[in-house]
């Protein structure tokens, strides 16, 4: 009897460890066996009126793609893979890669309101997602994707109107003698940006390195007595700017879309105070 | 029989039209408050409609607004002190901002605040309200009913100039103006989706009820 009994604990005992071992985060604690043919890898692009940018002011920046294939593995909420779009690139497809054993079972937006992103599956039976930004406000949201095997990626997605250069490459450097950060910023070729009386206007905080700060406007760059401009069939762009020094560490830009006299047509560069430029590590956060 | 098809597939292209055109609708701020009872920390609430997803603040000082005899040195009196953008939740937003300093918002001196959709549509504005939460007594009562009376003229004197700094927050470059029939032609503006949309089911319901008189007569006729 009391052979049984112990038996019979026993048995618990492995019961209760098999339990506990699957309550642990499976993540953290339990490793991963990778089939060596297991691949993570999902596809981004444009859906819409697709912006394809490829003019440049001059050669200091460059333009982010608008397409993407990426390899999602071993990313997290906190250190998730990142692309780079165009605002007004208002709707975006996920899609597994055909080398993906797993599909796609659902994708959240993390940290925003319910209604911030759209987010829908295909009914093509082709186990795409549409995301679908419904306001400028959100340059940067991170997705958590779940697939069949309940495996989880995370994808931030930033959203830019503004692309950040400068006409120096250290800040201390002696010259040019003015350095300047430009704001190159692409919109829908239907705003206003190319005509005579530019509507879009950018506000800009400069932060110094004792941390007191100011507001401004930034200058518009001239191409003579005009407007600096590009102008295509889809998108245009124009260049603000602003002079820096050596005491300046981060500078935001902030800008207003066109908009008639006493009612305002919103921002375009996103959440927060804009987008912020960090002088010394010239890195652009949306 | 032949002209009812052709007015019931012209009813479905036109459904089908009135469903793919998505207007941009631009929200609007309902309501805005904004207090302070240190004259450094301000809290600001108010409420929107359901399309608004996100607002854009902007704070400005405004100093010795009695002095200020031109458009042009009341536009330039407004000095920024805060700019940001939050997310609305359940069509309401409440933040406090620290300013990161005192400000004398007695006498001819303020605080403004200005909100307006992220997506665009109309704004509000407000006077920061000063808050006396300190304890009460003949002599503070005294002080608070002084402030109270200040604050009240700054209002007024604000309010009188709410669209050209409105204007001033927004450009540079326009010419600043109070005309109200622009304003109107604006929100006429915006709101040409929804209008074109309701004439659209307007039609429809129209061509439906056609429809069916139509096949009544014939009834009607056949009986």
Not at chain 2, 65 to 70: F, I, K, P, Q
């Given at each position: 009897m009391r052979k049984v009994n112990l038996k019979f604990k026993r048995l618990i005992c492995f019961f209760i460890a098999i339990i506990l071992l699957f309550c642990l985060d499976k993540n953290n604690y339990l490793h991963q066996v990778k089939a060596d043919n297991e691949t993570h890898v999902f596809n981004i692009s444009p859906v819409g009126k697709i912006y394809t940018i490829t003019e440049k002011f001059d050669n200091t920046y460059s333009i982010p793609d608008n397409n993407y294939t990426l390899d999602l593995s071993n990313t997290s909420r906190n250190s998730p893979a990142e692309i780079t779009e165009f605002i007004y690139q208002t709707k975006l497809k996920i899609e597994p890669n055909t080398t993906n054993n797993a599909t796609i079972t659902n994708i959240e937006a993390l940290d925003v309101n319910e209604k911030a992103v759209t987010i829908t599956s295909s009914t093509d039976n082709d186990n795409s997602y549409t995301l679908e930004f419904n306001s400028f406000f959100y340059d940067n949201v991170v997705f958590e994707i779940t697939d069949s095997e309940n495996e989880k990626y995370y994808l931030k997605i930033n959203r830019y109107a503004a692309i950040i250069s400068t006409n120096f490459d250290n800040i201390d450097d002696p010259t040019p003698t003015t350095k300047k950060v430009f704001a190159n910023l692409y919109l829908d070729e239907k705003e206003e940006a190319g005509s005579e009386v530019v509507n879009l206007t950018t506000l800009i905080k400069k932060v110094y390195n004792d941390n007191s700060y100011d507001f401004d406007y930034a200058s518009v760059e001239l191409n003579g007595s005009q407007n600096l401009v590009i102008t295509t069939n889809t998108y245009r762009a124009c260049q603000f700017s602003t002079e820096v020094d050596s005491n300046v560490k981060e500078v935001y830009f902030i800008t207003t879309r066109p908009h008639w006299t006493s009612k305002t047509n919103g921002i375009i560069t996103g959440s927060g105070m804009g987008v912020k430029y960090d002088i010394s590590t010239k890195k652009t956060t949306y | 029989m032949k002209k009812t098809k052709i007015i019931f597939l012209l009813s479905l292209v036109i459904l089908i039209i009135s469903t793919l055109y998505v207007p941009v609708k631009a929200g609007d701020l309902l309501s805005i408050e904004a207090t302070t009872s240190d004259t450094r920390n301000i809290h600001i609430s108010g409420t929107t409609d359901s399309d608004v997803y996100a607002i854009i603040l902007r704070i400005y000082y405004i100093e010795n607004?009695?002095?200020?005899?031109?458009e042009d040195e009341f536009i330039a009196a407004h000095k920024t002190i805060d700019v940001r953008s939050i997310e609305v939740t359940n069509n309401t937003y409440d933040l406090t901002i620290d300013l990161g300093q005192e400000f004398n918002i007695f006498g001819y001196n303020g605080l403004l605040v200005y909100a307006s959709d992220y997506d665009g549509g109309s704004f509000k504005s407000t006077i920061v309200q000063y808050i006396n939460t300190s304890p009460t007594n003949s002599d503070s009562d005294t002080t608070s009913n002084k402030e109270e009376s200040n604050t009240i003229t700054e209002v007024t004197t604000a309010n009188s100039f709410e669209e050209n700094i409105e204007t001033e927050a927004i450009s540079i470059s326009e010419n600043v103006t109070t005309n109200t029939q622009n304003e109107k032609a604006a929100n006429d503006n915006i709101d040409t989706g929804d209008f074109s949309k309701s004439v659209f089911y307007l039609i429809l319901l129209l061509i439906v009820l056609g429809v069916i008189i139509l096949e009544l007569n014939k009834n009607k006729k056949q009986l």
């Open positions: - | 607004a009695d002095t200020l005899t031109t």
